[in-house]
């Protein structure tokens, strides 16, 4: 997701996209383990780029996460 797609939305919906993220990662990192296929890294890493991004907007708004 941009940035410029991130700062449009409100403090609440970034909160629940963070929580979003959060467990599709972690869903994501156990299906890696679980198979041993390494085909989704890709997307993990992006899942992990989002997430900073959104907490560095919180932050930025002075929203605890």
Avoid: C, F, P, Y
Avoid at 23 to 29: T, Y
């Amino acid at each position: 997701m941009k940035i410029n797609d991130l700062r449009a939305l409100s403090n609440e919906a970034l909160a629940a996209r963070l929580a979003e993220l959060r467990l599709d990662s972690s869903i994501e990192k156990r299906k890696i383990v679980a198979t041993g296929v390494s085909s989704k890294k890709i997307k993990i890493r992006e899942m992990r780029r989002t997430i900073a991004q959104i907490l560095t907007l919180l932050n930025e708004r002075g929203v605890k996460s």
